[in-house]
């Protein structure tokens, strides 16, 4: 079991890209985990109080360090899983090969992490082959009819060297027989080579002829009764007929976990898209199957021809694998279009069809010699990147393929997927072989909530009622209100702006605005205070170095001084005692008391309680 987990986490490694996590703005725990895959949140109830709530976003060593607890760090961390994952088998038979490994995968991914994990894919020996014959009629292809008379029975002679579950089918196609492309005179309608001595079947846009069926006699018997046909112009409708063959499946009959060939013979380029419209054909190709009781494509007057992109999409959809043998004259054309189709190969066909067989076996042993990846589905959002590992040890970044693969040999890419940003929700996408059934189905989630486990508390007491929740230990807000306790409703906050006069700093540049109320900034002085913080407890005068005298209590640049004490700076002590003189007098009768000291108002008085007075004898003496 432990080297079971070991193997598993062997398959796949993480790398997180640094970021910063300290930015001003950040008030939620979401916001958080999108500065970067790194950053993590301080759930810790009143770790800092609401105007450094963006201190709660950090790296992890650096909350540790601000003393929030290991407990309550809330970090989710990139990770995927291997969630199904049989191994290859080179032979086939026991139900649940596969050609793929692993088959099933989850990702949860921060943006700005990447994860790599390694995708290997062999060759089933002995795959089945299905191969649908699809062929140009038109007037030129007369001589080719007859010269692959005998392919059935000389391919299936030659693929059963190959493998032993092999099928063949056969369609044939013309051009869509509106005008401009077909003569609409009533002879040249029943018999559109009636200009020359041949006698033609009436054109046709697409006809399935023979579903595949490994009885290849049955395709002998079908050629030969075959008819060319007829049409104006050198291009030919055969996308049309490829769009059939690729989405008609049940009637074409291509198998689940065969190899799926369409062998597309033609002499002349093919219509795409919009082309129809000098036919007045205007209604988009909706990539349907229309094909009616007697097999025809009963859309071929109807709808325009596909576009490409429309012609990729179902044939990647449903594996199909192209040959084109064409003539020497549009090999380039289909190479161009080859080159835009997964898996598509172009092969020279001779004038009349003689070397098909060779073509076919040829492009059939190139595809199964080649493994290219592909991803399908919704991957716009993420970046990926390969490096295929081919058997011989090479290894190729940014390569999705390996050519020259022996059969039972396997291909190994790592596959790397980063997340740039949040999405919207799961995203699937499958990494396959080109034209091979079996797929890496791929889960992948955002990791840009968060869900600090405990509970969200419904109408917690530390967030208004109805106005917030407790989240991650700080309260989430409904939209239109704000604060830590979500008290702070926006609408009232609009109606003062903090400032004391027009021309005053907002909040005296002491404090915060916050819901239309200054917070005032804390000073390591004192405190700061007031409706607009004009006021703090610490800029008062001072007398020998101490606040308000050091008897006194700092109240918005006034000194309110203790009982016993007054004056401006507190100095002057209310206390009579100093000033009693020995006989039990105030200042001995002669002066005022004055902060402690006396003040003598007798003329000629003098000493500090007024003792002295050399001329007060004659008051004495008149008092006597
Ligand atoms: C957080 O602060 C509030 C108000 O000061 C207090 O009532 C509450 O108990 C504190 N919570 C914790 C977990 O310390
Ligand atoms: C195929 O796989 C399924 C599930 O992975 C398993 O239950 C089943 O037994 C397998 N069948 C065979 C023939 O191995
Ligand atoms: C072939 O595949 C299709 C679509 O995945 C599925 O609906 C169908 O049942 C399969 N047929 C067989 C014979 O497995
Ligand atoms: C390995 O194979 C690749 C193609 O599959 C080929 O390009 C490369 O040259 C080969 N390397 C060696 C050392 O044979
Ligand atoms: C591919 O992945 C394996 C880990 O499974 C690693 O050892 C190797 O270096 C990777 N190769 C490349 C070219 O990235
Ligand atoms: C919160 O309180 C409001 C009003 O009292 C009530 O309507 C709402 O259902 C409560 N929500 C929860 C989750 O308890
Ligand atoms: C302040 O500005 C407002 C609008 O600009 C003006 O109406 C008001 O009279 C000004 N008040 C003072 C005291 O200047
Ligand atoms: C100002 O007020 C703060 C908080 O009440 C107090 O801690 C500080 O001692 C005061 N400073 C002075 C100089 O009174
Ligand atoms: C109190 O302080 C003021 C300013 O320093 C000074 O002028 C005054 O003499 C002081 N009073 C006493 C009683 O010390």
């Known amino acids: 079991m432990g080297f079971l987990l070991l193997s598993l986490i062997l398959q796949y490694w993480i790398h997180t890209v640094e970021g910063s996590c300290s930015e001003g703005s950040v008030v939620t725990c979401d916001e958080c985990l999108l500065l970067g895959a790194n950053c993590a949140w301080c759930t810790e109830e009143n770790f800092t109080d609401w105007f450094s709530v963006s201190q709660r976003c950090d790296t992890l060593n650096n909350l540790l360090e601000k003393g929030c607890d290991r407990s309550h760090i809330y970090l989710p961390v990139s990770e995927a899983q291997i969630l199904q994952d049989r191994p290859l088998q080179k032979k086939p038979g026991a139900g ?40 140009d009629l038109s007037a030129s292809m007369f001589d080719d009819l007859g010269n692959i008379k005998d392919l059935g029975s000389s391919l299936s002679k030659e693929m059963a060297k190959l493998t ?18 077909i003569h609409i005179t009533e002879e040249q309608l029943a018999n559109p080579c009636s200009h020359t001595s041949m006698i033609c079947q009436p054109t046709f846009g697409y ?9 290849t006699d049955r395709f002998n018997e079908i050629i030969a009764k075959q008819q ?68 025809e494509y009963s859309m071929s007057t109807v709808q325009e021809y596909p576009t490409l992109g429309q012609l990729i999409d179902k044939v990647v959809e449903n594996n199909i694998l192209l040959i084109f043998a064409v003539t020497e004259k549009q090999i380039n054309v289909y190479k161009n279009y080859a080159d835009l189709i997964p898996g598509a190969t172009v092969g020279v066909l001779a004038k009349d069809s003689g070397n098909v067989l060779e ?24 970046r990926m990147s390969f490096t295929a ?22 291909v190994v890419f790592n596959v790397s997927v980063e997340l740039p940003g949040c999405l919207s929700g799961l995203r699937r996408f499958s990494l396959k072989a080109v034209g091979l059934q079996d797929s890496l189905d791929v889960e992948l989630e955002s990791l840009c909530s968060c869900d600090c486990q405990q509970p969200p508390t419904g109408n917690s007491s530390q967030c208004t009622e109805g106005q917030g929740v407790f989240q991650c230990g700080v ?35 002491q404090g915060d605005c916050y819901c239309g109320q200054c917070v005032c900034h804390k000073s390591s002085f004192g405190r700061i205070y007031g409706p607009y913080c004009e006021c703090d407890n610490y800029s008062c005068v001072r007398f020998r170095g101490e606040l308000c005298g050091g008897h006194g209590v700092c109240d918005c640049g006034d000194c309110h001084c203790e009982s016993g004490w007054t004056g401006d700076y507190c100095n002057c002590s209310a206390d009579t005692d100093a000033c009693m003189s020995e006989d039990g007098d105030l200042c001995s009768g002669r002066g005022k008391c004055n902060c402690g000291k006396c003040v003598c108002t007798v003329p000629g008085a003098s000493g500090d309680k007024c003792e002295n007075c050399p001329t007060c004898g004659e008051a004495c003496t008149s008092a006597r």
């Open 164 to 181: 032993s579950k092999f099928r063949m089918g056969f369609g044939s196609f013309v051009e869509k027989p509106v005008l401009p492309y």
């Open 96 to 135: 649940n090969q596969t050609q793929i490994s692993p088959q099933k995968m989850s990702l949860k991914l921060r943006p700005g992490s990447e994860v790599t994990f390694q995708v290997k894919i062999q060759h089933t020996e002995d795959y089945p082959v299905d191969i649908y014959y699809l062929m």
């Open 389 to 410: 590992i081919c058997p011989n040890g090479t290894t190729f970044p940014d390569v999705k393929y390996c050519s020259n693969i022996k059969p039972g040999e396997t």
């Open 207 to 215: 006809k399935h002829v023979l579903p595949l069926t490994s009885r």
């Open 475 to 509: 309260c989430a807000c409904q939209p239109g209100f704000l604060g830590a306790q979500c008290e702070c409703n926006e609408e009232t906050a609009l109606l003062s702006d903090c400032h004391a006069t027009n021309d005053s700093e907002k909040c005296n540049g």
């Open 228 to 295: 060319v046909s007829g049409n104006v112009d050198m291009l030919e409708g055969g996308f049309d007929a490829i769009m059939q063959a690729a989405v008609c499946g049940d009637k074409i009959g291509w198998r689940n976990d065969s190899m799926r060939l369409l062998v597309f013979v033609s002499d002349g380029d093919s219509h795409f898209g919009m082309d129809s419209r000098m036919a007045g054909i205007v209604i988009p190709n909706d990539g349907q199957c229309h094909l009616n009781a007697n097999n």
């Open 359 to 382: 073509l076919i076996v040829t492009a059939y042993k190139e595809l199964r010699s080649e493994i290219e990846l592909e991803a399908l589905g919704d991957t716009e959002e993420l």
